[in-house]
């Protein structure tokens, strides 16, 4: 099998947007991305769009972090992962950079796509992402469900009593485990969606088997899974996260007098009285 590598340069102008196997979209077969990549030439800039469409009910995208994951299809410590059906990647950061499906099937009949990025030098570097300046604490782990896991159970409010049971703090961890060939873990935006499990506009997609989703921000997060039958029979978590707790400060108190000095002192200063008149 050949693996695809193809040169991406520098410059946000005139971005372009590249549907990814064209007609034959995102799917497993031998050496199509390495002919695709060739064909007419194309010519890749950091800003351009990778655009993968494919069947999401069996299928997703996997960013990998390096070439032994991407050889061996090994999907377990992913850097993303992207599961909607038709999913934009923009291209942004130089190196090489591995996608594969973490159907390891497929993965092996060749859907997987390296990606070599480069910088024109001639063109300025565009400024990395800033880092967040803020260092949370290291807070507790939750296993959602505890022995139960993330999973259907027979009690549709199971997940709903789980959270109510716990306060929740920024800081803190949520460990999701379940048998990730029947299922996955959505982070969605807001109520409506939670209600509807409705997952087309994820906060972010997990799908590893043993999730650790850190909680950054303080207010409601809502989880659900993508299986909508799944989600209905109540497979779905709203928590409600606390702040950060603030630091503890106490008053500068005045420090230790030595009491000896003091009576010493009080003593000279005795001498110093005047005396009767007889």
Known sequence: MMMMSFT???????????????????????????????TDHKEFHVGDSLVFEYDPNINDVT???????????????????????HDVVTL?????????????????LGQKLEVLVIHDLSRPVPPPTPTPSKILPVG????????????????????????????????DSLLFEYANEVNDVYEISGDLEFMTCDPTSP???????????????????????SHSGYCEAG?????????????????????????AAMERINNWLKTFKPQPHH
């Open 140 to 171: 507790n782990t939750y296993k959602v469900g505890d022995s139960q896991g993330w999973r259907v159970v027979y009690d549709s409010d199971f997940y709903n009593n789980w959270s109510e049971e716990k306060q929740f703090q920024v800081g």
């Open 92 to 108: 942004k950061e130089p190196g090489f950079h591995y996608f594969i499906t973490s159907n390891q099937a497929q993965c092996v």
């Open 203 to 225: 906060v972010s997609v997990h799908k590893t088997g043993h999730d650790l989703v850190r909680l950054t921000e303080p207010g409601v997060h809502y989880f659900i899974t």
């Open 235 to 259: 497979l779905r978590l709203r928590v409600m996260v606390g702040p950060q707790p603030k630091a503890v400060t106490f008053p500068n108190f005045p420090k230790k007098v030595d009491l």
């Open 63 to 85: 960013h990998v972090s390096g070439a032994l994951e991407y050889e061996l299809c090994d999907y377990s410590s992913p850097k993303a992962v992207y599961n909607t059906g």
């Open 8 to 38: 991406v340069l520098s410059s946000y102008c005139s971005a372009k947007i590249y549907k990814v196997g064209d007609s034959e979209g995102w799917t497993a077969k031998d050496d199509v991305y390495y002919a695709w990549a060739e």
